[in-house]
């Protein structure tokens, strides 16, 4: 890699590598190397938390910070937070209410993955360009 900082990379999708080897959506690490191999995707060597590394294809990577927010404590050798992390919210996979998919939170309490499954969810009126059917713009007329 050319520039020094470290870049940390998150799983986007579930998918299996060319190998079998199962990858699953929100799976962590650090950025090693990257390469591209025209006309082939583009591959990033990633190393996880475990210590091994593997080569993913760079469009199933988005980028992710680690935490910065709080506190670290080591008790026994093994990294903690004492009193729980404040933004642990921002890496829990959540499955939508209304649709069921899986999706990373944008906001602490959120439940549903958008806009139009958290008006249906809730049950919302929403006079936005989003939720409002073309039937009711002929209505207007």
Avoid at 18 to 32: D, H, Y
């Amino acid at each position: 890699m050319k520039n020094t900082e470290v870049e940390y990379v998150r799983v986007k999708y579930d998918f299996r590598t060319e190998k079998g080897t199962r990858v699953s959506m929100g799976l962590r690490g650090k950025v090693i190397d990257s390469h591209q191999d025209f006309p082939y995707p583009s591959k990033t060597l990633v190393e996880l938390g475990s210590g091994d590394s593997m080569w993913l294809p760079t469009d199933a990577l988005e980028t992710w910070e680690p935490c910065h927010s709080c506190e670290m404590l080591r008790i026994n050798g093994t990294v903690t937070h004492e009193t729980g992390c404040p933004d642990a919210w921002k890496d829990e996979l959540r499955n939508c209410n209304e649709c069921g998919q899986k999706f990373f939170p944008q906001e602490r309490y959120q439940d549903c993955c958008g806009h139009s499954c958290m008006v249906s969810y809730h049950n919302f009126s929403c006079d936005c360009e989003i939720c409002r059917s073309p039937m009711e713009d002929e209505l207007n007329l």
